[in-house]
């Protein structure tokens, strides 16, 4: 069983789009993965044209590798070392912290993910 940032179980990120490397809904992550697809992050449209300028256009559709292709709002499993880099570039999205592999604070450490803690209206009204 894979555990999330905080050590509990990992919750899925998203199954619409189905994200994911095993396309399994979680950012679940193995040594194959050599991109480390362990952030479950809320896309917006910077950071969406930054990966774009960088050499990794997430918004256009690849049936061949069951990829829809991108849009703000959209939850998706992303490689930890690229969040990495759109932060250090200002550019980073939101994270769903309890979807957010534990294998991803080799790249980061919790306190700086969780200043980038996406909560949504819901969530935060149901806290109250």
Not at 98 to 108: F, V
Request: with cysteine; aromatic share 10%; glycine share 6%.
């Amino acid at each position: 069983m894979a555990n999330n940032v905080f050590g509990e179980k990992l919750k899925s990120c998203s199954s619409d789009p189905l994200t994911g490397y095993f396309r399994d809904g979680c950012c679940n992550t193995s040594d194959e993965d050599r991109g480390v697809h362990t952030v479950c992050v809320v896309m917006t449209e910077e950071f969406l044209q930054f990966s774009k300028r960088v050499g990794n256009d997430l918004t256009t559709p690849l049936p061949v590798y069951n990829f829809p292709g991108l849009k703000p709002g959209d939850q998706w499993c992303l490689c930890a070392p690229r969040w990495v880099e759109a932060w250090e570039k200002g550019v980073a999205p939101k994270v769903v912290l309890e979807a957010t592999h534990e294998k991803t604070l080799d790249y980061i450490n919790l306190e700086e993910l969780v200043k980038f803690a996406y909560t949504s209206h819901k969530q935060k009204f149901d806290d109250r």
